[in-house]
């Protein structure tokens, strides 16, 4: 095996990206947004509030929202598809709850099993008519806007897409609105709201949003996605003679569990360049290195929570045993990625027992060559992906396509890597 040369620029971050185009649309005037991620997922968001009356230009240099305040909303004369993508609904039901008319939302088959309870439940706290048409708890979702209250809600799950939804619910609210959860998650709404002039504030794992403030139009410059980097981090980590630069990585404190653990696990990765354009970005050197498992439990978990498939290859790669735990969220994200893992890891011959809340590796196995069902989760292709370079034998993954959900370069740039 060849190891990987050269240098790759990570595309725009996801969950900063669908938050540019949403605030940008409840703020007065232009929003211009630079590094945007053309992905599928961010695309639905684009469209969904294009629906909703507001005039977005999307050019490959940058994408112009021209904003119409927190009440410039208009009906949609159809259901709102939000495709795959679960932050689309989640945080787009929060604006909802306050308009002055109907919206139903509804999206691909992934999305039709996503547990909405979660932000039915606060949001009705709040006083929003939030339904649930199938009375199942998932999309499609029927959403009457109402006059809302500002609550306390305590999250059971760290969920930055539970905590965006109240808070963006929270800036209709007839007073504060706060949330608190039982572990960090990202905070890219509590920055980005607060660079558009809302009053955010954050205690700890409570953050705090005031009512009606006046949003202006920002000029925004996205990340690179170090969940999207992930890949690369795992890939150059783990295929011999490797040495790459991964340049332009956002590495928020929120986000960065992917960094501590590799650099647990025995990683060799130097961050160059650390700079700070709203959020803190550098670029990563990574080389090739004989990795050993590790634990990674608790408050952590939500700072990783999208690496974990990723992890699960590194950890099959490494010498001894790594243990995952506090991470049940994994069942519901865009597959159950404990059940996906364990089963296609087991397949390519790694050692992986599946718990309630995570998985049991005992690394240093060889992989083989194995068929492949993403099951509808972009994450699961591209996590297999790295897996089948790392076997002996051909792998095939049905569904290969999903990466445009968050990475469409994302087989062109690991080619680049491979010459
Ligand atoms: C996201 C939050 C996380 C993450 C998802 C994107 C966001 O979900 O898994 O990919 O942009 O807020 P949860 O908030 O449900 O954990």
């Known amino acids: 095996m060849t190891g990987l040369h050269g240098e790759i620029t990570i595309p725009g971050d996801k969950s900063i990206s669908h938050r540019a185009v949403m605030f940008g649309a409840l703020a007065d005037g232009l929003t211009q947004i630079t590094h945007f991620l053309q992905g599928a997922d961010c695309l639905s968001t684009i469209d969904c509030f294009r629906r909703l009356g507001i005039e977005i230009e999307n050019t490959p240099e940058k994408i112009l929202i021209h904003g119409k305040g927190l009440h410039g909303l208009q009906a949609s004369a159809s259901a709102l598809d939000v495709g ?106 509590e920055i980005m709201l607060r660079y558009f002039g809302a009053d955010v504030h954050t205690t700890g794992t409570t953050a705090a949003i005031k009512p009606q403030p006046h949003l202006t139009g920002q000029s925004v410059t996205v990340p690179g996605d170090i969940s999207s980097a992930a890949y690369f981090i795992a890939a150059g980590l783990l295929i011999p003679n490797s040495e790459i630069l991964i340049r332009n990585v956002g590495i928020n404190p929120t986000r960065d ?15 160059l360049n650390e700079r700070r354009e709203g959020e803190p970005t550098a670029d990563l050197l990574v080389k090739s290195s004989s990795l050993h498992g590790i634990t990674i439990e608790g408050d952590i978990i939500p700072t990783l929570i999208d690496e974990i498939p990723i992890i699960n290859i590194m950890a099959a790669a490494a010498e001894g045993k790594t243990v995952i735990k506090d991470a049940a969220e994994l069942k519901v994200k865009e597959s159950d990625r404990i059940k996906v893992m364990v089963q296609y890891l087991t397949t390519m011959g790694a050692e992986i027992t599946g718990t309630d809340d995570g998985m049991i590796i005992e690394g240093g196995r060889p992989l083989h060559g194995a068929v492949i069902d993403s099951h509808l989760d972009h994450r699961i292709a591209m996590s297999f992906s790295i897996a089948a370079l790392l076997a002996e034998g051909e792998t095939k993954i049905k569904g290969s396509e999903l990466v445009n959900i968050s990475y469409p370069s994302f087989y062109d740039d690991l080619n680049r890597l491979r010459r």
């Open 257 to 271: 569990g992917i960094l501590k653990t590799a650099l647990a696990m025995g990683g060799d990765i130097t961050l």
């Open 84 to 189: 795959n993508s679960g932050t689309t609904t989640r945080l787009i039901s929060g604006i909802l709850a306050a308009q002055p008319f109907e919206t139903v939302l509804d999206g691909d088959d992934s999305i039709r099993k996503r547990p909405m309870r979660r932000i039915m439940e606060p949001l009705s706290m709040m006083g929003a008519d939030l339904i649930s048409i199938k009375e199942n708890d998932c999309a499609p979702l029927r959403i009457r806007g109402n006059a809302l209250h500002g609550i306390h809600y305590h999250s059971k799950v760290a969920s930055a897409q539970v905590k965006s939804a109240v808070l963006l619910a929270g800036l209709y609210a007839d007073g504060e609105t706060k949330v608190t959860e039982p572990a960090v998650s990202r905070n890219h709404s």
